[in-house]
């Protein structure tokens, strides 16, 4: 992880210690880049950018909100969670959500496609930790074939021994290294895995990371054909977009490298996962407010023409800071994160294989 950290764009990332709050998934208009942060002075308090719809940003408590913007029963449910759970960061957010939806608040359709996303993400995580202890196992010689050849082996010997000379290689006890694993599993939850040929583990803010990029390919595109009067706004919201993209990819390239070294990870997990936590914590902080923006940029493309310029105006205004710094030089390089998840992704690829043969046969 060293590859990544020299790098002047990544101390200056980490660095950053300025309260950004979080995007609140408000439904109203007025309402649609609104943040929330916990100020130390006013404690918490409501970051309403673009508020006047001119790209203006307003400053209140969060208390005061409703009294400012007209707010539906999804939105003063979601105002009135947001405060009492005091929460002021994307994954804080995401939780009070997910509660609401669960609970029936935003109705049966809302609850309905939480309670499956839940589910899915139970069952990504037991997935996610079978794919760890396999990918351990074989970077310490254990014979995989054997072990998945049938489901009985896990509760024979083979695998018991597998799991004891891989934790013996590591300098760990056995139950230890079941533990480590599982945190680890956990810990990597909003990340998840590189994609694999028919199958995914990949976690939120992969698929946002990815989402991104796509955003930024098709802004660039679409500043070259446009207008002059919008290609400036355009091409600045594409650059954007493609830098946060690039920044993030290289913050997972260091999130893979940890996988890819797994049983070295393991080995320094007394001190891995902080430092694992805050690149997980900074990256969903840096990509949550894009959400909003894409949103609001293909709006604007979608709106009346004689308003698309102003409107791409005042988006092009609102487009986040992102931490300056020289290039990273493994951005490019044959051993850059690509790289990383590229090998990464051929290995789990081999492993998803090996599990899957066993019911291809049965079938």
């Known amino acids: 992880m060293a590859l990544w950290s020299t790098t002047g764009l990544i101390r200056n990332w980490f660095a950053q210690h300025r309260a950004r709050g979080a995007a609140v998934p408000f439904e109203a208009p ?5 943040r929330v942060c916990d100020d130390e002075r006013d404690g918490l308090i409501a970051i309403l950018r673009d508020f006047a719809n001119n790209g203006t940003t307003y400053i209140v408590p969060w208390s005061s909100v409703p009294l400012i913007a007209t ?8 105002h009135e969670a947001v405060g009492e759970a005091r929460a002021c960061t994307p994954a804080q957010v995401r939780s009070v959500v997910r509660k609401l939806a669960l609970s029936g608040v935003f109705g049966p359709e809302a609850k309905a496609r939480e309670k499956a996303s839940s589910q899915a993400e139970q ?9 760890l202890i396999l990918h351990l196992l074989d970077g310490c010689g254990a014979h995989l074939a054997t072990l998945v050849a049938e489901p009985s082996h896990w509760r024979e010997s083979e695998a018991k021994s597998a799991a004891a000379a891989a934790a013996a290689s590591i300098g760990v006890k056995r139950r230890d290294l079941h533990r480590r694993l599982g945190e680890f599993a956990a810990l990597l ?10 199958e995914s583990q990949a976690g939120w803010l992969r698929v946002l990371h990815d989402e991104i990029k796509d ?3 098709c802004m660039a595109a679409a500043a070259a054909s446009a207008s002059p009067e919008r290609s400036a ?5 594409a650059e954007a977009a493609t830098r946060t993209a690039q920044l993030a990819g290289i913050v997972l390239g260091m999130l893979d490298y940890a996988v890819l070294d797994i049983a070295g990870t393991l080995r320094r997990w007394d001190s891995e996962p ?6 997980i914590d900074r990256l969903s902080l840096m990509l949550d407010e894009w959400p909003s923006l894409m949103k609001s940029t293909r709006d604007a493309l979608r709106g009346p023409t004689d308003e698309v310029a102003q409107q791409l105006r005042v988006l092009h205004s609102m487009l986040p800071r992102l931490p300056k710094g020289d290039r990273p030089p493994c951005e490019d390089a044959a051993d850059g994160p690509q790289s990383v998840a590229a090998v990464l992704g051929r290995r789990l690829a081999a492993i998803r294989s090996m599990l899957l043969a066993p019911c291809m046969v049965q079938g």
Do not use: S, Y
């Open 30 to 34: 007025a309402l649609r880049m609104a």
């Open 233 to 237: 706004h355009l091409a600045a919201i």
């Open 215 to 217: 955003f930024g390919d």
């Open 189 to 198: 939850t909003p990340v998840g895995l590189p994609a694999t040929e028919g």
């Open 123 to 131: 069952a990504r995580l037991a997935d996610v930790e079978l794919i």
């Open 71 to 78: 707010m539906n029963k999804h939105d003063m449910a979601l």
């Open 274 to 279: 902080p430092v694992l936590r805050q690149a």
